[in-house]
């Protein structure tokens, strides 16, 4: 199994720029995509985007696009999130999670969350 532990959030300004970044152990990493999600009260968990372990490839969610880079660091099993140009309606939870390779393979490990917040 793999644990994983968000750290890095707090609160930032409009316009700013914040970096998540989350510990992964327990597992082989490179059978694994690492996603980030976030939620928001009263709001549905969304996804944000994903990196594969393996590759270095990459996907993101509308919402993030161009302003958001997943990256990871093979020598300390670290994947981050580097958001950019931030808005208040970034203003949620983040969760780092893990998931076997495979389209149909589910994000089965998830981290506790960190809080973001960004004022106007």
């Known amino acids: 199994q793999v644990q994983l532990v968000e750290s890095g959030g707090g609160l930032v300004q409009a316009g700013g720029s914040l970096r998540l970044s989350c510990a992964a152990s327990g597992g082989a990493l490179s059978s694994y995509v690492m996603g980030w999600f976030r939620q928001a009260p009263g709001k549905e968990r969304r996804f944000v985007g994903n990196?594969?372990?393996?590759?270095?490839?990459?996907l993101y969610g509308d919402s993030v696009k161009g302003r958001f880079t997943i990256s990871r660091d093979n020598a300390k099993n670290m994947v981050y999130l580097q958001m950019n140009s931030l808005k208040p309606e970034d203003t949620a939870v983040y969760y780092c999670a893990a998931r076997l390779r495979g389209s149909l393979s589910e994000y089965a490990y998830w981290g506790q969350g960190t809080q973001v917040t960004v004022s106007s």
């Open positions: 990196i594969n372990w393996s590759s270095g490839t990459t």
